[in-house]
Every structure is written in structure tokens, then in C-alpha cells.
């Protein structure tokens, strides 16, 4: 076998943990991928390297990097945060954008529309303006809607195809109409900043996936999800479940697909732990929510129209304290996961191709198969970062 690039190192995906495993990539695409005494072709003279090979990560909701934020209407910075991440091994996304003005969403969508087009992300999640007021977390709450399917007919004809998904609160007056409109053009319903009962959040997660899986549409995508499961709904008490029980009974049954930010600071690394354990990785994306100030120093950012200081890595809104966003990347979320005592696969399956399946895109994303793009992560012993591969050309870590 004459490829262009041979990799050697402990690979670590859904699929394959392999501790002398090689990577081969010819033409951008992976040709193999299993243990070195398989490879047909001629190695290296070399040991294997004492690090690991990962599929490239994929983040379900994040919302800027490096200085900038997706809620800008700015292709400029929003190429600069897509690439940034990019280079921080998170090679797919889908770019989320908080509550603003329907005219300022409809120039969001239509500007990430763009980077779509381009390859740099893999569509937008649109965060709002369906949202609970009671559970707004970092979203302005004067703007904040009902559902209105006249103004998501404006956000669809400004996204197109790109509009991949979008979080509202199922108790909103109008949502589960919402959601099957959605579901009916393949875009997923999230469940997120909600004060749904436990009836009405069970409710809407049945109905949203009966949706997707009767749509017959192209996209792939057959589970809803729920936008970063304990952050801004009510929690879980033993007499009033909630929505929490509603989203754990519905990913453990398959049926759903929970976010969980594990950064240590939205959610303990107990609770992270207990919900491997409840629902399993297959039931899990981990993501970041990140914002502007991810790679950057602490100090004073925006996100959307809120202004918000990071202070020791955490953000939160200057008006209210709410935690605003993340300031890690999935790599680090990753990371973390697993010091909290999660496997390595199974952080690394929940991290890729969990939300990759959830995207449509396990062809194309999230593991190391024969014939898949080639997106790989090099890293050592400690998990840190040593290169990215994206669709078999290495990514400037530069910035």
C-alpha cells in the first residue's frame, strides 16, 4: 500500500482500541485503520509512538473562539473562531447563536450559511428566541419569543439547508407544533432552557423523535437532542422529576441524545460520571457552549448583546451572574471527562461519533474507518495536542 502519510500510535475511537495501531491516509481519506501487524504495506522504521490517535472531535454547540462570536453576523470572525477550533481539534461544528433580534438571526444564519458552503462548519444550531424566561441562562430575556412559524419560515429561507438545529422550551405555547415542522424538514428539536414538567419534556422528546424518524428526509438525523442536560432547566428533586428525568429516561432508551458540558464548571464530575453511567456513551455529546473567550485570557467579553466577564476561566453575564458559555475546547472538555473517571473510549465515543451520528454525518465524521475523511488527532501520553489532521491536510496551530 503506497500512501502518502502512515501514523503509529495507541487509536483510540469508537470503533477500534488498538494500543500499536496504524493510521494510513492517501488522497485525504483514511485507507486503514487497526493494529500495526495487520498494515499491508511497509512501516516505518520505527517503534510505536507512545501517544494516542483520535478521530478529529465534533462539537454539537459552541459559540465563538478566540475573540469571536457567531452571534456577530461577521463571516470574517466567524471563519477566524471555526478555524481556531479547527486547530484545537474540534474539526467539525455546528455553529450556535444566542437570542437576538429575528433581523440580527436572520443575518447570522445567513452569514454562517456561507461557511457552511465553504466546508468550515457542518451548519448552525440556532439557541433561541423560543426560550423559557424562567430558564433563560445567558439570553436576553426582552427578547425572547413564543414560537412563530412565520418568523422560523424567515429563518429557514436565510439559512437553507444550514440550519441544523434548534434548542426551545417545550412548554412554550405553540413548540410542539414548532417541532414538527422542524423534525418534518430534518432540522433536530433540542430540548433546552426549559421549565417543562416531566410530562411535557417526555412529551416533547417522543414527538421530536417520531419526527425525525418518520421524515423520510436525506439528512440522517433520527435523534433529538437535549441542550446541555442540568444547565438552565430545574433540577432534578424526588417529588417534582422534571425535565432532567424526562431526558434521562429518553436517552437511555435510545431515544434521545444528551449534551453535557463537562468543563468542570457547568456540571460536577460526579454528576458527568453518573450519567455515563446511566445512560451510557451512546446517549451522550459532550460539548463546550464555548464563547468568545475561549483561547483567550479572562476579561470582559460579549455574548450576543450581554456583556460578560471571565474570570479564572469562567463566564458569566455582568447583569445577572449567570454562567455564560464555556471557555474550553471539546479537547479539553474531553480531557476532563476523562479525570473525572469516564474511559478514554468512551469519552472519545461521546466527543465524536455520538454527535456525529447526530449530525447524519457518520460517513463522513467521527471515527477512523477505510474511506472516511481523514481527521485525526495526535496526542500524547497526557492527551495534550500534538497535531491535527482535517480532511488529510495538517491544520495551522497557529493564534
Given at each position: 500500500?503506497?500512501?502518502?502519510?502512515?501514523?503509529?500510535?495507541?487509536?483510540?475511537?469508537?470503533?477500534?482500541?488498538?494500543?500499536?495501531?496504524?493510521?494510513?491516509?492517501?488522497?485525504?481519506?483514511?485507507?486503514?485503520?487497526?493494529?500495526?501487524?495487520?498494515?499491508?504495506?511497509?512501516?516505518?522504521?520505527?517503534?510505536?509512538?507512545?501517544?494516542?490517535?483520535?478521530?478529529?472531535?465534533?462539537?454539537?454547540?459552541?459559540?465563538?473562539?478566540?475573540?469571536?462570536?457567531?452571534?456577530?453576523?461577521?463571516?470574517?470572525?466567524?471563519?477566524?473562531?471555526?478555524?481556531?477550533?479547527?486547530?484545537?481539534?474540534?474539526?467539525?461544528?455546528?455553529?450556535?447563536?444566542?437570542?437576538?433580534?429575528?433581523?440580527?438571526?436572520?443575518?447570522?444564519?445567513?452569514?454562517?450559511?456561507?461557511?457552511?458552503?465553504?466546508?468550515?462548519?457542518?451548519?448552525?444550531?440556532?439557541e433561541g428566541p423560543f426560550l423559557s424566561?424562567?430558564?433563560?441562562?445567558?439570553?436576553?430575556?426582552?427578547?425572547?419569543?413564543?414560537?412563530?412559524?412565520?418568523?422560523?419560515?424567515?429563518?429557514?429561507?436565510?439559512?437553507?439547508?444550514?440550519?441544523?438545529?434548534?434548542?426551545?422550551?417545550?412548554?412554550?405555547?405553540?413548540?410542539?407544533?414548532?417541532?414538527?415542522?422542524?423534525?418534518?424538514?430534518?432540522?433536530?428539536?433540542?430540548?433546552?432552557?426549559?421549565?417543562?414538567?416531566?410530562?411535557?419534556?417526555?412529551?416533547?422528546?417522543?414527538?421530536?423523535?417520531?419526527?425525525?424518524?418518520?421524515?423520510?428526509?436525506?439528512?440522517?438525523?433520527?435523534?433529538?437532542?437535549?441542550?446541555?442536560?442540568?444547565?438552565?432547566?430545574?433540577?432534578?428533586?424526588?417529588?417534582?422529576?422534571?425535565?432532567?428525568?424526562?431526558?434521562?429516561?429518553?436517552?437511555?432508551?435510545?431515544?434521545?441524545?444528551?449534551?453535557?458540558?463537562?468543563?468542570?464548571?457547568?456540571?460536577?464530575?460526579?454528576?458527568?460520571?453518573?450519567?455515563f453511567d446511566l445512560v451510557g456513551a451512546?446517549?451522550?455529546?459532550?460539548?463546550?457552549?464555548?464563547?468568545?473567550?475561549?483561547?483567550?485570557?479572562?476579561?470582559?467579553?460579549?455574548?450576543?448583546?450581554?456583556?460578560?466577564?471571565?474570570?479564572?476561566?469562567?463566564?458569566?453575564?455582568?447583569?445577572?451572574?449567570?454562567?455564560?458559555?464555556?471557555?474550553?475546547?471539546?479537547?479539553?472538555?474531553?480531557?476532563?471527562?476523562?479525570?473525572?473517571?469516564?474511559?478514554?473510549?468512551?469519552?472519545?465515543?461521546?466527543?465524536?461519533?455520538?454527535?456525529?451520528?447526530?449530525?447524519?454525518?457518520?460517513?463522513?465524521?467521527?471515527?477512523?474507518?477505510?474511506?472516511?475523511?481523514?481527521?485525526?488527532?495526535?496526542?500524547?501520553?497526557?492527551?495534550?495536542?500534538?497535531?491535527?489532521?482535517?480532511?488529510?491536510?495538517?491544520?495551522?496551530?497557529?493564534?
Open positions: 500500500m503506497n500512501s502518502e502519510l502512515i501514523l503509529r500510535g495507541h487509536i483510540v475511537s469508537a470503533t477500534l482500541d488498538v494500543p500499536d495501531g496504524v493510521v494510513a491516509v492517501d488522497g485525504g481519506v483514511v485507507t486503514f485503520a487497526g493494529p500495526a501487524s495487520e498494515f499491508p504495506g511497509v512501516l516505518p522504521d520505527q517503534a510505536a509512538a507512545p501517544g494516542f490517535l483520535l478521530p478529529g472531535l465534533v462539537d454539537l454547540h459552541c459559540h465563538g473562539a478566540h475573540g469571536s462570536d457567531f452571534s456577530e453576523g461577521n463571516p470574517d470572525g466567524a471563519r477566524h473562531a471555526a478555524r481556531y477550533l479547527h486547530s484545537r481539534g474540534t474539526t467539525t461544528l455546528l455553529a450556535s447563536i444566542v437570542t437576538g433580534q429575528p433581523g440580527q438571526l436572520v443575518r447570522n444564519l445567513s452569514a454562517l450559511r456561507g461557511l457552511a458552503g465553504e466546508g468550515l462548519i457542518a451548519g448552525s444550531h440556532l424566561t424562567e430558564q433563560c441562562g445567558a439570553h436576553d430575556t426582552a427578547l425572547l419569543l413564543d414560537p412563530d412559524p412565520g418568523l422560523v419560515s424567515g429563518f429557514l429561507g436565510a439559512a437553507g439547508e444550514s440550519m441544523v438545529s434548534m434548542t426551545l422550551a417545550a412548554e412554550l405555547s405553540g413548540a410542539f407544533e414548532l417541532v414538527d415542522l422542524l423534525a418534518a424538514r430534518g432540522i433536530i428539536p433540542s430540548l433546552g432552557h426549559t421549565a417543562a414538567d416531566h410530562p411535557t419534556a417526555a412529551a416533547f422528546l417522543k414527538r421530536a423523535a417520531g419526527g425525525l424518524a418518520a421524515g423520510g428526509h436525506s439528512t440522517g438525523r433520527r435523534r433529538p437532542t437535549v441542550t446541555h442536560l442540568f444547565n438552565a432547566m430545574p433540577p432534578l428533586h424526588h417529588r417534582s422529576p422534571g425535565p432532567v428525568a424526562a431526558c434521562l429516561s429518553a436517552a437511555r432508551a435510545g431515544e434521545a441524545v444528551v449534551e453535557l458540558i463537562a468543563d468542570g464548571v457547568h456540571v460536577a464530575p460526579e454528576t458527568v460520571q453518573l450519567v451512546d446517549n451522550i455529546a459532550l460539548v463546550t457552549d464555548s464563547m468568545a473567550a475561549t483561547g483567550l485570557d479572562d476579561g470582559q467579553y460579549l455574548l450576543g448583546s450581554l456583556s460578560v466577564t471571565v474570570d479564572q476561566g469562567v463566564a458569566r453575564v455582568d447583569a445577572t451572574g449567570a454562567i455564560a458559555g464555556g471557555t474550553s475546547t471539546l479537547l479539553e472538555v474531553l480531557r476532563t471527562t476523562v479525570a473525572a473517571g469516564v474511559s478514554l473510549r468512551d469519552a472519545v465515543t461521546s466527543a465524536s461519533a455520538v454527535p456525529a451520528s447526530v449530525l447524519g454525518l457518520s460517513a463522513q465524521a467521527g471515527d477512523l474507518r477505510p474511506g472516511m475523511p481523514a481527521d485525526v488527532l495526535v496526542l500524547d501520553q497526557d492527551l495534550k495536542l500534538a497535531r491535527v489532521l482535517r480532511k488529510g491536510a495538517w491544520v495551522n496551530s497557529s493564534g
